[in-house]
């Protein structure tokens, strides 16, 4: 459904105006038919942990887009995954969203100690200008192409129900079958409906689904700054769990720059080797935005700041840019 737009009626393809223009590097869903890239944003919350012990008990691997502010409001949450207001994207000056991205980079970093690199813009809300500066900061924008509408839980509106929701599910599931390819879906965490409705669909999602992090379904092994490996899908739909493997099927997969940087050891120290034997999320971050990804996978970033200024935080003599990533909600 989505087509790409260079010139003409949209020339900075901005999805306020055109929701059904993507880029190149937009990340929309799964290229391969049969996969599902399961995705969670807003967190974390109060509501996160059941969402949480949920996905541990089934070995299930997600992406979270998480809140900057959040993070800090919530880091031992935030820090279990690894081991509120949004601002649309094109209204911010130049300034604003490097301010917002960078900031919730900086946040994730210091809970978490790795750094996102994908990075979900609030309400969807990007363009040209947008992608472009997300760029030249090494993030990738990842949005969807199936919305659950589960942020709308909670609101009051009488159209969005736990059934419907169920329906929607039960509907994407019985068309499988009739997929081109695979999905990502936006659904959250901040609220106990949508996490109640995540619990109760995952398990049909996974019959007919293969449901991985996004980095797996679009066969990223690097999902952050850092050198650390992590599973990806081969072109067959297996799984390729290490970087021996990877290797070997370079010519089938594309692989980062960053595969060349020494990938650590199961035997090195560190907060790095340990993620790599541990976590079973990806974080993402989400500011105004979503970016990241750790890899318990299932953390992204977002954060909302009230004001966006580059500070200095006088008391640990670091300079912080805060920066938020935008996150879409229809």
Not at 49 to 73: E, H, M, N, R, W
Not at 79 to 85: G, H, V
Not at 157 to 183: K, M, Y
Not at 220 to 230: M, N, R, V
Request: charged share 20%.
């Amino acid at each position: 459904p989505y087509v790409i737009h260079y010139s003409g009626v949209n020339p900075g393809c901005d999805y306020t105006f055109d929701p059904t223009c993507q880029r190149p590097d937009d990340v929309f869903g799964c290229p391969d038919k049969g996969v599902w890239g399961l995705t969670f944003d807003d967190g974390p919350t109060q509501h996160s942990p059941v969402l949480y012990d949920y996905l541990d008990s089934i070995d299930q691997k997600a992406t979270l887009f998480y809140i900057g502010v959040a993070v800090a409001l919530h880091p031992e949450i935030a820090l279990r995954a690894c081991k509120r207001s949004h601002h649309a994207m094109t209204s911010l000056t130049n300034d604003q969203i490097i301010a917002e991205l960078k900031w919730t980079e900086a946040i994730i970093n210091e809970v978490c100690g790795i750094t996102p690199k994908y990075f979900r813009p609030p309400f969807g809300d990007i363009d040209d200008r947008v992608r472009a500066i997300a760029k030249q900061l090494g993030f990738i924008p990842v949005v969807w192409d199936l919305d659950t509408n589960d942020w709308q839980l909670e609101t009051g509106n009488t159209l969005i129900t736990p059934a419907v929701e169920d329906a929607a599910f039960q509907r994407w599931a019985s068309l499988a079958s009739q997929d081109a390819r695979g999905h990502i879906c936006l659904q959250h965490e901040h609220t106990a409906s949508s996490v109640n409705e995540a619990i109760k669909n995952i398990p049909l999602l996974k019959r007919v689904f293969t449901v991985v992090p996004v980095s797996t379904c679009i066969r990223d092994s690097y999902p952050y700054k850092e050198p650390i490996f992590f599973p990806v899908l081969a072109p067959n739909s297996t799984t390729i769990t290490s970087n021996l493997a990877l290797m070997a099927t370079r010519s089938l997969i594309a692989v980062p720059p960053s595969s060349a940087t020494p990938i650590p050891s199961s035997t090195q120290n560190g907060a790095a080797a340990q993620m790599n034997r541990s976590m079973w999320v990806i974080i993402a971050a989400l500011v105004g935005t979503v970016l990241g990804m750790c890899t318990r996978e299932f953390v992204a970033t977002k954060k909302k700041t009230p004001e966006i200024n580059t500070k200095t935080n006088n008391e640990n003599k670091k300079e912080y840019t805060s920066f938020d990533i935008s996150r879409s909600k229809q």
